[in-house]
């Protein structure tokens, strides 16, 4: 069956670099996301990668794909207090984009 | 704003009642979705419309749960009888039918049930 899972919670400090593991179960996956939610607010989303790839990199965000282990990862680099927020992978099977999604990571901030 | 917008951004309602959101999407957009989250839970889909037609359906929308998009625009969620269980916030998103970089989301619909 379809299913996305990811750690529960993050911390770093301020100025090392964030990495959010994703892991995903169908092989037929055609696109992978990074949506980024802050507390109350709706779902932004950061950036995608196609099943096709291995690596896309969008200024402090680079996300990592292996798709022989089912692995996605999304780094921040120089990780600042407004990247607090939960972070979540999703996974989209078929043209509709009908998302699959984690139940995202909780990204913490040390000063 | 030419965002996904939703209303009511919160809605308090007694169980049994009738509940109905709104969402606008982005102009350009003729793909609609409907999708549910619970507290420390990911998005869970509800529905889909393409323009005005619904294409698909998920089991979890049961049959108090009806969506329309009468002219492929705008797009309505009602919730009949509400249970506490409904207690959720209730995200639209819009997107476009080539553009596979154009999934945007609403702030979303906080609906608590008492």
């Known amino acids: 069956g379809e299913d996305v899972e990811q750690s529960l919670f993050l911390s770093v400090r301020e100025g090392d670099s964030s990495v959010i593991n994703c892991t995903y179960t169908?092989?037929?996956?055609?696109?992978l996301y990074w949506y980024k939610q802050e507390p109350g607010a709706g779902l932004q989303l950061l950036t995608y990668?196609?099943?096709n790839m291995d690596m896309k990199q969008d200024q402090r965000l680079t996300v990592l794909l292996n798709k022989k282990d089912k692995h996605l990862s999304l780094r921040i680099a120089d990780t600042q207090t407004g990247d607090s927020a939960i972070y979540f992978c999703?996974?989209?099977?078929?043209?509709?984009?009908?998302?699959?999604w984690g139940a995202g990571t909780k990204l913490i901030i040390k000063p | 704003d030419t965002g996904v917008s939703q209303d009511p951004r919160h809605k308090i309602t007694k169980r049994g009642q009738n509940v109905t959101f709104r969402c606008d999407p982005i102009?350009?957009?003729?793909?609609l979705y409907w999708y549910r989250q619970t507290l420390g839970q990911g998005p869970e889909f509800l529905t889909y419309?393409?323009?005005?037609?619904?294409?698909?359906k998920s089991r979890l929308l049961s049959d108090r749960f009806s969506a329309e998009r009468p002219k492929g625009s705008f797009s309505t969620l009602e919730i009949q009888r509400t249970e506490q269980g409904d207690s959720a916030m209730y995200l639209c998103?819009?997107?476009?039918?080539?553009?596979?970089?154009?999934?945007?989301f609403g702030e979303g619909s906080w609906l608590t049930v008492v």
């Open positions: 998103a819009s997107s476009s039918a080539t553009g596979v970089d154009t999934i945007y």
């Open positions: 102009s350009e957009h003729n793909r």
């Open positions: 419309f393409q323009n005005e037609a619904q294409l698909e």
């Open positions: 169908d092989s037929s996956s055609t696109y």
């Open positions: 990668i196609f099943s």
């Open positions: 999703a996974e989209s099977l078929d043209s509709n984009y009908q998302l699959i």
